[in-house]
Nanobody, 117 residues
Framework: QVQLVESGGGLVQAGGSLGLSCAAS????????MGWFRQAPGKRRELVAV???????DYSDFAKGRFTVSRDNTKNTVSLQMNGLKPEDTAIYYC???????????WGQGTQVTVSS
């Protein structure tokens, strides 16, 4: 089993920056990738940015150029630096990891990010 614990999040004004961090514990050798999803009110969960163990990053279009995902394999952490935040970025952000080759099967508890206009 793998556990994910997020930190960061909060309230920020539009145009501001915010950083999220997530630490993994447990059977970390089973992990193949880590990253972030989000869910805005009334919307479905969506991928934000993820990174494989090999360092390959994948971003959703809305995140490209504004968000940066990074991993520290020595500390078993994944981070998300968000710049140029917009009100539509308001959502619960979830740290995710996968032990499978496709879907993300491990989720953190989520952290709220609110961007005021």
């Amino acid at each position: 089993q793998v556990q994910l614990v997020e930190s960061g999040g909060g309230l920020v004004q539009a145009g501001g920056s915010l950083g999220l961090s997530c630490a993994a514990s447990g059977n970390i050798l089973s992990l193949k990738a880590m990253g972030w999803f989000r869910q805005a009110p009334g919307k479905r969960r969506e991928l934000v940015a993820v990174m494989s163990n090999e360092g390959t990053a994948d971003y959703s279009d809305f995140a490209k150029g504004r968000f940066t995902v990074s991993r520290d394999n020595t500390k078993n952490t994944v981070s998300l630096q968000m710049n140029g935040l917009k009100p539509e970025d308001t959502a619960i952000y979830y740290c995710v990891a996968r032990t499978t080759n496709s879907w993300y099967d491990i989720w953190g508890q989520g952290t709220q990010v609110t961007v005021s206009s």
